[in-house]
């Protein structure tokens, strides 16, 4: 279907139904029930006042109370519970950063990688005892969980970094090994993932394959953003390294996703970016489009957002292209198939381990001299104990960082969806009750609704 423009003001009434409107008129949404439903304006406005006040039936038209009786009966006005993220530190999956160092100058990085933070924190690498505690801590957990009873079945290693992970390919080959006999010993599943630059040798491409299950590659869409945005440290650009891994992990049949970052320089080619993706990756799980958010080494290039409207429409044109290419695209902020409290696992106990063995609930805040460590951060790898020790009270106050208790989104259809939005970027240095939204919520707004849109117009022969 066509982009249509969306009505960002949508009207909400109690208990958990949304009005929205397109071109085509109003839509009735409840997210909680996932129900969506067209409506004339008098259907709309009968709708509203008996969802507010039931009471109201007594005065409805033949008609009125029609469409009350049917939306009722596929059950728009059913009291639906609240999503309620688990509380309690009981982690099954790590995410370790095992350096900050890194092989590319990525123009936007938000993590000056290879230079420390921007704060001159020097380059650094985790300790091997670091990541093996932190697994046997995941696996403990997941050994003790799957003997409870709960629907635990693996333990999950993440490889990321504030720095490229594979710079230290030693130490990731240390912990992957570790991860796998303490799987066999615990009887227990590992699972290896990683977050990489692309820029491997083939040494390291070979040790992937053969041991990690996805791989997510930051890859900015067409040779000439790549090596503009990308570039190795040094200055040559990165796409003939990227495109050679991308082509191996195709050839292996591996499972991987692509993450583009969307500069204002670039998005005018998004559609062709798919394109371009489709033809050259067939295969890749995922194609993860991101506008650049201004931080980090960002804020000293040109690199700039691009405008929401632009961003939207380009991704709207980019979804006809995915579609016909059978690629599956998608932005973090519109997700209307979730119905969730937070938008990541900041406020649930994400364990991420830095190179310096802080451990932070945010992948974005990984230094102890970045102001926001105060809020993310919540323990530490205590080298005379060999262990971690955790601040209860920094994961309450983390818990706390869910859409329950931002006012600013009360009203928006998309609370359940997108939660709140990414913390690190919306409470950069602000208290929570402060939460004003950011222009990324024009986005998401949009993409959501053409989300539901998408579902009003299925058929069954669209497949
Ligand atoms: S590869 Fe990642 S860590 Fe390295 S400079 Fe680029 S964005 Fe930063
Ligand atoms: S708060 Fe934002 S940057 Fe931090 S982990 Fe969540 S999504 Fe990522
Ligand atoms: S952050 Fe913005 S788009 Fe997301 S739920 Fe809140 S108001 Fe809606």
Redesign the pocket.
């Known amino acids: 279907m066509s982009a249509q423009e969306p009505d960002a003001t949508a009207q909400t009434a109690p208990p958990e139904l949304f009005v929205l409107r397109d071109q085509e008129g109003p839509i009735l949404y409840a997210p909680l029930g996932n129900l969506i439903a067209r409506a004339n304006e008098p259907a709309v406005a009968a709708a509203l006042a008996y969802a507010h006040d039931p009471s109201t039936l007594d005065f409805m038209s033949e008609d009125e109370r029609a469409v009350v009786e049917t939306l009722g009966e596929r059950g728009f006005f059913k009291h639906r519970a609240y999503p309620r993220h688990v509380v309690g530190f009981r982690p099954v999956q790590v995410t370790l950063f095992p350096t900050n160092n890194c092989n590319l100058r990525c123009s936007y990085c938000y993590a000056f990688g290879g230079e420390g933070g921007g704060n001159g924190e020097p380059l650094t690498r985790m300790d091997l005892e670091v990541a093996q505690r932190a697994i046997d801590l995941i696996a403990r957990n997941a050994r003790q969980r799957m003997d409870d009873g709960d629907p635990v079945r693996n333990f999950l290693v993440s490889i990321h970094g504030n720095g490229e992970p594979f710079c230290a390919y030693d130490l990731i080959r240390e912990i992957v090994w570790y991860g796998q006999d303490v799987a066999e010993e615990l009887g227990v599943p590992a699972v290896f993932n990683a977050a990489t630059n692309g820029v491997l040798s083939e040494e390291q491409l070979d040790f992937v394959i053969a041991n990690f299950h996805s791989v997510n590659i930051s890859f900015d869409g067409l040779p000439e953003f790549q090596d503009a945005n990308r570039p190795i440290a040094g200055g040559r650009g990165s796409f003939r390294r990227v495109d050679h891994t991308m082509r191996r992990l195709c050839e292996a049949g591996m499972d991987f996703g692509i993450r583009t970052t969307v500069t204002a320089a670039m998005v005018d080619r998004m559609p062709e970016i798919v394109a371009f993706v489709a033809e050259n990756y067939p295969g890749i799980e995922q194609l993860h489009f991101e506008p650049v958010w201004e931080c980090g080494r960002c804020v000293t290039s040109d690199n700039v957002m691009p405008r929401s409207d632009v961003f939207t429409q380009r991704y709207l044109e980019s979804l006809e292209v995915a579609r016909e290419r059978g690629v599956r695209l998608v932005f973090?902020g519109a997700r209307q198939d979730m119905v969730v409290d937070t938008?990541?696992?900041?406020s649930s106990g994400?364990f991420?381990v830095t190179p310096t063995g802080d451990v932070t609930?945010?992948?974005?805040?990984s230094y102890r001299s970045d102001p926001r460590s105060e809020r993310?951060f919540f323990g530490r790898f205590d080298h005379e104990l060999g262990d971690f020790v955790f601040d209860q009270a920094k994961l309450d106050a983390l818990s706390e960082l869910n859409v329950h208790n931002i006012r600013y989104c009360d009203d928006c259809f998309c609370r359940w969806h997108c939660a709140g939005?990414?913390?690190?970027?919306v409470l950069d240095g602000i208290a929570l009750e402060e939460h004003h939204g950011s222009v990324r919520c024009d986005i998401s707004r949009a993409l959501t609704l053409n989300q539901i849109q998408r579902k009003l117009d299925w058929r069954p022969t669209d497949g």
């Open positions: 973090s938008f990541c696992k900041v994400s991420t609930a945010c992948y974005e805040v993310f939005d990414c913390a690190a970027k």
